[in-house]
């Protein structure tokens, strides 16, 4: 893992970003201690998204205009 000062960070962010999604773990140091690191963010696997999706769809169904809505029934679905 490289590591940089908070001022370089500063100085390089959309670098040291751009170098983390690419999959690089960068430190970043305040006052010679690491603080953070900057790390890749993982894969979301598309499987995932399309069940996010699905859950919005039922959701939209029970919301279809004159139909009220409540709470509970929302806290349920999120139970399924």
């Known amino acids: 893992m490289r590591t940089v000062g908070l001022f370089e960070a500063k100085q390089k962010l959309s670098e040291l970003?751009?170098?983390a999604r690419d999959g690089?773990?960068?430190g970043i140091t305040?006052?010679?201690e690491l603080a953070a690191v900057l790390v890749p963010v993982p894969?979301?696997?598309k499987g995932i998204l399309k069940d996010i999706f699905?859950?919005?769809e039922k959701i939209r169904?029970?919301?279809k205009p004159g139909r009220r809505l409540n709470v509970k029934d929302l806290i349920e679905d999120g139970r399924t």
Do not use: L, S, W
Request: hydrophobic share 30%; proline share 6%.
């Open 30 to 32: 305040r006052r010679g």
């Open 61 to 63: 169904e029970r919301a």
């Open 43 to 45: 894969a979301t696997p």
């Open 24 to 26: 690089e773990k960068i």
């Open 17 to 19: 970003v751009e170098r």
């Open 54 to 56: 699905k859950d919005i």
